[in-house]
């Protein structure tokens, strides 16, 4: 009876054991995490178009930038990008295309043909690649008038190919450099040269040769003057007359 006792003691303490580790091992079920809340990536900065940056990522155009900043014009450009809904088409030359220059050609300009020569690479207004097909020549430049002579820009298709003469230079544009819809970039392999500025001039006349005054003082010295003239043709008839009477005088002695 004891030993049963024992037994059935020993039993309901293992099962109760069972009981409390399998309850601790199960214990309340943890709250579920929350959903991680996505967060928005931040818009890039909507800065200023700066055409000289552009042209500087892209490289190889220091010094279309340096005549770009010594002239102003990119200050000019900024403004109009920025302030206006104006469009911009712009040739860019290579360093490579201002290398292929006469040695001393843009020291050789003054600072008002620098102004133009850049001018000359800018168009005002937007020119898609596939406008270039449909537009009037000659282009109307920043530089100014497009007539004969001055600053005519004459552009032609071939294909996907697109041709650029100024009359003095002829290129093609190799590249695009950047576009926006506002701002169109392209890249060329020679420095456009408008007439105005590198078109030959016609030697200039040699000066006439400078008249002897010696020779006119001379003559003057040599002429008698008016009154001397006057006296000596009163002085001729006085002896004439004198030479009549005295004739006459004796011609009536003798008879």
């Known amino acids: 009876m004891k030993?049963?006792?024992?037994?059935?003691?020993?039993?309901?303490?293992?099962?109760?054991?069972l009981h409390c580790s399998t309850t601790l091992a199960q214990g309340p079920a943890a709250a579920p995490a929350a959903p991680a809340t996505?967060?928005?990536?931040?818009?890039?900065?909507?800065g200023p178009t700066n055409v000289t940056k552009i042209l500087e990522k892209a490289g190889q155009f220091t010094l279309f930038i340096r005549l770009l900043k010594t002239t102003q014009v990119a200050d000019q450009l900024?403004?109009?990008?920025?302030?206006?809904?104006?469009?911009?088409?712009?040739?860019?030359?290579?360093?490579?295309?201002?290398?292929?220059?006469k040695s001393g050609t843009l020291n050789s300009l003054s600072d008002e043909q620098k102004v133009e020569l850049v001018q000359f690479h800018i168009i005002p207004t937007y020119l898609s690649s596939s406008q270039f097909q449909t537009i009037s020549n000659p282009l109307r430049t920043q530089a100014g008038d497009s007539?004969?002579?001055?600053?005519?820009?004459?552009?032609?298709?071939?294909?996907?190919?697109?041709?650029?003469?100024?009359?003095?230079?002829?290129?093609?544009?190799?590249?695009?450099?950047?576009?926006?819809?506002?701002?169109a970039v392209y890249q060329i392999d020679q420095v456009l040269r408008p007439y105005q500025i590198f078109a030959p001039r016609p030697p200039a006349p040699a000066p006439a040769p400078a008249k002897s005054k010696k020779k006119k003082a001379s003559v003057v010295a040599d002429s008698p003057?008016?009154?001397?003239?006057?006296?000596?043709?009163k002085a001729a008839a006085m002896q004439n007359v004198v030479l009549f009477g005295v004739a006459a005088i004796v011609a009536a002695i003798c008879l």
């Open 38 to 46: 996505p967060v928005a990536a931040a818009p890039a900065p909507s």
């Open 225 to 233: 003057d008016d009154g001397t003239a006057a006296d000596n043709s």
């Open 147 to 183: 007539g004969d002579g001055k600053f005519p820009l004459n552009v032609t298709t071939s294909g996907n190919s697109v041709n650029i003469t100024s009359g003095l230079t002829n290129t093609s544009i190799s590249g695009t450099i950047y576009t926006d819809g506002q701002l």
């Open 3 to 17: 030993q049963h006792y024992v037994f059935t003691t020993l039993s309901f303490l293992i099962l109760l054991d």
């Open 78 to 101: 900024l403004g109009q990008l920025n302030n206006t809904n104006n469009g911009i088409t712009i040739f860019a030359p290579t360093d490579n295309a201002f290398s292929s220059l």
